[in-house]
């Protein structure tokens, strides 16, 4: 990948290392975030990505991970997990942080772009989901459950609406219909699992 320049102010100079916007350097999902699949102008183009300065509040993480120090992630660096990110898997935001933390120790251990390709697996998922199932309203609820689901699991909810939506003979139009069976379907599969496909607000 091309080294891309910082869009901000003081950083207009600045070379960005990271090749994998993907990835949050915190170990976020930033593939499967809603903002990332968003069609509108305000589109995240992911974790230090094109014109994330742009679009994105400043990112002490990134500052810390990337500019300073010039690390992909922050399992890179000796230090992590670090006070700034230790808890940082306990409260979500607009998008999920459940896994972030292990997310970056299977990247120590095993490398960043196995993750990578792991990831892939489920962007390809959740585009299927977004394309066929998504009616306008379900983006957030199917990206968080990608985030969430093995793809075993994701992959099992895609035949079972498949099958459903052709043995009723719902019409590939009627959004709203499918929608409802993929996500009933994901609801009741992730309930087996004990996962629970909310957002967390906060330690309670």
């Known amino acids: 990948m091309n080294n891309r320049l910082f869009n901000v102010s003081n950083d207009m100079k600045r070379i ?11 170990g976020i999902d930033c593939g499967l975030c809603p903002t990332h699949h968003s069609t509108a102008k305000s589109k ?8 994330f300065y742009q679009k994105h509040p400043s990112c002490s993480i990134i500052t ?3 500019k300073k120090k010039g690390f992909e992630v922050c399992s890179d660096c000796e230090e992590f997990p670090c006070l700034k990110i230790k808890d940082w898997d306990k409260v979500d935001s607009f ?13 120590q251990k095993n490398g960043i772009a196995k993750y990578f390709k792991q990831q892939h697996e489920k ?10 199932f998504n009616e306008g309203r379900s983006r957030s609820f199917f990206c968080l459950a990608v985030s969430l689901l093995p793809v075993i699991i994701l992959e099992e909810a895609l035949k079972r609406s498949t099958e459903i939506v052709k043995k009723e003979k719902i019409g ?5 219909s499918k929608s409802k069976i ?7 599969l992730a309930k087996k699992e004990n996962i629970s496909l ?3 607000k906060s330690i309670k």
Not at 123 to 128: A, D, G, P
């Open 44 to 51: 995240c183009p992911g974790c230090d990505g094109l014109d």
């Open 182 to 188: 993929l996500k009933d379907i994901l609801n009741d």
């Open 123 to 132: 962007r390809e998922i959740l585009e299927q989901m977004l394309e066929e």
């Open 64 to 66: 810390c991970c990337v």
């Open 16 to 26: 960005s290392t990271k090749k994998y916007p993907s990835i949050g350097c915190c």
């Open 95 to 107: 998008v999920s942080h459940k896994n972030s933390l292990l997310n970056l120790k299977f990247i």
């Open 172 to 176: 590939s139009d009627d959004l709203k």
């Open 198 to 200: 909310k957002l967390r």
